[in-house]
């Protein structure tokens, strides 16, 4: 399932339809144009609903504008039984760490998305489902926005 000696980040919304495949693959882009090539990076939802589905359309369609790739993706499911299969788990927001929390999983391999930014700002990534098509590009941009900082970060660890 993985390869030794890489660092598995598992990138975690509610569905894995929207923001945690988006963040998988522009983070894995950004791994790549760097160099990095010891990450082995996946993305899940906390919820059940989606399992086995592809990504949101919107989400999908925001990829390829950008030049990514999210047609293979398939939803997958974070639990307490798969938990620890991961390194560092990344919450897209406030809701989905408490949720890793509630699983049992360390606070201290627990990131926000975004808690390298303005300390003042809230570190979540708003949830597009609901929304038009310009929350799919404002999360595309937030996640950019913060993939070097995130990558950054993690290469401080090891």
């Given at each position: ?22 963040a ?52 997958q499911?974070?639990t307490?039984?798969?938990?620890n ?13 408490a ?60």
């Amino acid at each position: 399932m993985f390869e030794k000696n890489k660092t598995r980040l598992l990138f975690v919304c509610l569905g894995n339809i929207c923001r945690s495949p988006l963040a998988e693959v522009v983070v894995k882009a950004v791994a790549a144009e760097r160099g990095l090539d010891h990450y082995h990076i996946e993305s899940a939802g906390t919820g059940d609903w989606h399992v086995g589905g592809p990504a949101d359309p919107r989400s999908a369609g925001k990829a390829k504008e950008k030049g990514l790739d999210l047609g293979r993706h398939r939803a997958q499911q974070i639990t307490p039984d798969n938990c620890n299969n991961w390194d560092w788990l990344i919450a897209m927001d406030a809701e989905n760490r408490a949720n890793l929390l509630r699983m049992g999983i360390p606070e201290s391999r627990i990131l926000m998305m975004r808690q390298f930014e303005d300390p003042t700002n809230i570190p979540d990534v708003p949830d597009p489902y609901y929304g038009g098509a310009h929350g799919f590009e404002d999360a595309y941009q937030m996640l950019v926005a913060n993939a070097e900082a995130l990558l950054d970060h993690l290469e401080q660890q090891s």
